[in-house]
């Protein structure tokens, strides 16, 4: 990896945001003491119950930032093993938290998120609880070994992810929201000037058909920080010719959005995914599995007495 300069601050904070007044600092600095009392109530409410994992903003300030309540954000996210995505949640409401709108996804919504509010006193910050950080079709991911390679937060089982694992979910993160997250630049930048290994990198995002997003997103980054990547830093594509082509005319990481097109939803937005996945076939049986629970997320219920006599 190219040499990278001591820095008191992260290059990229400049770029995502204008710099901010006393007040707005103070500001910062109460917010984030909120969210840290609220993911030490997480740890403690969790306890020894599920293996969990705190990713994304609140994580990484906690972790990698040098100065964590600069790291902005709007809620706080769990991660956990899809076969405990419901008892999750099922723990976090024995525990006085209110999911939002539970009804509207009954069926898809470990394919997304649920969000749940924090009892009275704690902070008013939503928590969303991910299944994975993939939308629709999560790629295959061995959870258990990211949590076992994961630091305690506390003395229950939340963890942080390792530097590398958080590399490959910043990534795969911005893939899915199409390098549109700001953020998720700063964020690869504060975990590789932290030390992270690209190279372990690398063979993780093989291992679960992440390689494009990760080039993508690390190509986006160097664009904008030169020094902080060398060419060998950066990870072999894994696209024929033909999907090559297809992702020059989608996105380009040297210019701010990556994507050549608006943000999308819908059809338009799976045919984009589906041009960064590395694993086509289980990509559209992850699309199939989606379209089968927002067909019954859309079915009307049935009466609790319908088929009596």
Sequence with gaps: MAALPTAPKLELLSWVREPHTELQRHAEQAL???????????????????????????????????TPWERAMSDVDLLVDSSRFLALIKLLKRKGYE??????????????EAVLLPPAPMPSIPVEVHASLDKVAPRRWPFYRLWERGESVGNGLLR?????????????????????????LVDLEALIRKGADLKVVEERARMCGASTALRLALMALK???????SESDLPHGVASVARARLLSKLFDPSTWPVSKTKPSLGWA?????????DDPLHF????????LARALDRAPSRPAHAGKR
Excluded: C, N
């Excluded at 609220?38 to 994304?56: R, Y």
């Excluded at 999911?99 to 997304?112: A, D, G, N, Y």
């Excluded at 590398?164 to 953020?183: C, G, K, M, P, T």
């Excluded at 559209?284 to 379209?291: H, I, N, T």
């Design 32 to 66: 984030y003491l909120a969210r840290t009392h609220l993911v030490e109530q997480l740890d403690h409410s969790i306890g020894m119950e599920l293996p969990v994992l705190l990713v994304k903003g609140a994580a990484l300030a906690l972790s990698t930032y040098p």
């Design 99 to 112: 999911e939002v709108q539970p009804q509207v996804r009954e069926h898809s919504r470990s394919l997304l």
């Design 160 to 184: 942080i992810p390792s530097l590398e694992d958080h590399v490959l979910l910043v990534a795969i993160h911005l893939a899915s929201d199409e390098f549109a997250h700001a953020w998720g």
């Design 223 to 229: 664009h904008r920080l030169p020094a902080i990547l």
């Design 269 to 277: 937005w799976i045919a984009k995914q589906a041009a960064l996945r």
């Design 284 to 291: 559209l049986e992850g699309v199939g599995a989606y379209a």
